[in-house]
């Protein structure tokens, strides 16, 4: 099976714009989690979607968004890009199985905020 | 939030011995899991033990989960440069919003 799939892998922006970023999950996976990745605060859990719906979520602004389409592909989105949104966004998808669901991580989306 | 606290935060050895890692957390949770990063890229799964488990071996690894202490160890024998990396804990908390809670890893260096 093919594994998971980010787009794009590298982007830079400006403060105040907006960024959307894709994740396609292994194919017959339907939970999808994102995650940012800093030097300084780690990795840190943003969201999960399960079949188009929000199911859990961490402690980030609402500039954070996401959403989960029918085909399991999930987007996520932030708006108004602040120096600090500048991190490694890792996407993980898993099949759902009760206390023992392994994530299997994409290679990420390295995000510049200039 | 961080739950899961490494120790020690950068380990060096040599290839050929072991490496030990430690983890705390501080909540009930389900299971733990241990995941390896290549530097600044995408995390690979290693291992995971249930919350009802008290080790767990694959292949050159050895996983422990003490849940009275709410800690566990990850060792790795005979090392080799190819393991050279950051190794991160994850938990999946009991009840909790949040998928997975990482530590803050501890980065191996194993010299050839």
């Known amino acids: 099976k093919a594994g998971v799939t980010q787009t794009p892998r590298y982007l830079i922006k400006t403060r105040g714009q907006q960024v959307t970023l894709s994740c396609s999950p292994i194919s017959g996976h339907r939970s999808v989690s994102w995650y940012q990745q800093t030097p300084g605060q780690g990795l840190q859990f943003l969201f999960e979607?399960?079949?188009?719906?929000?199911?859990n979520k961490g402690n980030f602004p609402g500039r954070f968004s996401g959403r989960q389409f029918s085909n399991s592909r999930s987007e996520m989105n932030v708006s108004t890009l602040e120096l600090g949104d500048s991190a490694l966004y890792l996407c993980?998808?898993?099949?759902?199985?009760?206390?023992?669901?392994?994530?299997?991580f994409g290679p990420g989306t390295r995000l510049l905020v200039l | 939030s961080q739950q899961g606290e490494e120790d020690p935060q950068a380990l060096s050895i040599q290839e050929g011995e072991n490496a030990t890692m430690n983890c705390s957390y501080k909540t009930s949770i389900n299971n733990l899991q241990w995941y390896r990063q290549n530097s600044g890229r995408g995390l690979v799964h290693l291992i995971l033990i249930r919350s009802n488990e008290r080790e767990k071996h694959s292949g050159r690894l050895r996983v422990t989960l003490d849940t009275s202490k709410k800690s566990s160890s990850l060792l790795i024998t005979a090392s080799r440069a190819a393991d050279t990396a950051s190794y991160f804990c994850a938990t999946d908390p009991q009840g909790g919003s949040e998928k997975l809670v990482f530590g803050k890893g501890t980065k191996l260096t194993v010299n050839p």
């Open positions: 993980a998808s898993s099949s759902p199985g009760h206390g023992q669901e392994t994530q299997y």
């Open positions: 979607y399960f079949s188009e719906t929000q199911r």
